[in-house]
């Protein structure tokens, strides 16, 4: 759990921290949903699994987004995550979107413009975009979490809705947005 004092309510102790800048969650909550919208949802759950693995989220690790699930993500591919880049269960395209997320979380310099022109292969330069913001935002969260002490290991592991993961309730009487 949070080292906060004060939460509002929430689901998951995320949603309990957040709760407290109900303004900044939505505003993390509409930027999530466009880049679920922009993206193959199976990519972006393997990016984000792979993001909180390297941030050893055992929490986030557990999630499924459920678009992910519907569009043919098994829990084979993401026992194979670890093995991404020799497992016959990835393509090339998924194994240098995974490595470019690696490269993100690790070392951002790292990336190569050949790492860069590899995975926008077959994307829009907007697409390509949305996808580096949104791996800044799995990247970002999971940091969030993080500084903030925030565990949800105790929270059930359900599949998110739209790939939304923030969504925080409206404040209540006793806990006023800041």
């Not at 413009?113 to 975009?129: P, Y």
């Amino acid at each position: 759990m949070t080292w906060l004092l004060e939460r509002a309510p929430g689901e998951t102790p995320l949603q309990e921290v957040l709760g407290l800048r109900p303004e900044l969650a939505s505003l993390l909550d509409d930027y999530l949903a466009q880049a679920w919208a922009d993206h193959d949802p199976v990519v972006l759950e393997l990016c984000r699994l792979r993001i909180a693995k390297l941030h050893g989220d055992a929490a986030q690790q557990r999630l499924r987004h459920d678009s992910a699930m519907a569009a043919g993500l098994t829990e084979d591919k993401v026992a194979a995550l670890a093995d991404y880049h020799r497992s016959p269960h990835y393509s090339e395209h998924e194994r240098a979107c995974l490595n470019y997320a690696e490269q993100y979380v690790i070392d951002v310099h790292s990336i190569t413009d050949d790492d860069a022109a590899t995975v926008k292969q077959g994307m829009t330069d907007a697409e390509f975009v949305s996808f580096t913001v949104a791996l800044g935002l799995f990247d970002g969260i999971g940091r969030l979490r993080l500084a903030l002490g925030v565990d949800d290991a105790s929270s059930p592991a359900p599949a998110v809705e739209g790939g939304a993961t923030i969504t925080v309730p409206t404040p209540s009487a006793g806990h006023p947005a800041h």
